[in-house]
Nanobody, 123 residues
């Protein structure tokens, strides 16, 4: 089994930066892929960035967000720069554990999720 705990959310003004962290605990050796997703009320969960034999980004995250991982500490990061009000959402860390993955930005591929951390960007 696997536990994912996010941190680092908060409130910033447009143009600001935040770094999200996700600590993975448990059977981390069977993680195939990790990613960041976000969701606003009434909308489908959206893939933001993923790390799986390379880095994947949504169009909205490309050039502003950077996904990275500290493999020694089992921590996944999302550095978010030049934040915009439309980035406001609950951000979730997720992992694909002990199974294959085909679409790293598709939330339905992931079987473990963190509790989420809120990011609010004001104009």
């Amino acid at each position: 089994q696997l536990q994912l705990v996010e941190s680092g959310g908060g409130s910033v003004q447009a143009g600001g930066s935040l770094r999200l962290s996700c600590a993975a605990r448990g059977d981390t050796s069977r993680i195939e892929c990790m990613g960041w997703f976000r969701q606003v009320p009434g909308k489908e969960r959206e893939g933001v960035a993923a790390l799986h034999a390379g880095k994947y980004y949504s169009d909205s995250a490309k050039d502003r967000f950077t996904i990275s991982q500290d493999y020694d500490k089992n921590v996944l990061y999302l550095q978010m720069n030049n934040l915009k009000p439309e980035d406001t959402a609950m951000y979730y860390c997720a992992a694909v554990h002990a199974r294959a993955i085909r679409r790293p930005l598709d939330h339905s591929e992931y079987n473990f999720w963190g509790q989420g951390t809120q990011v609010t960007v004001s104009s």
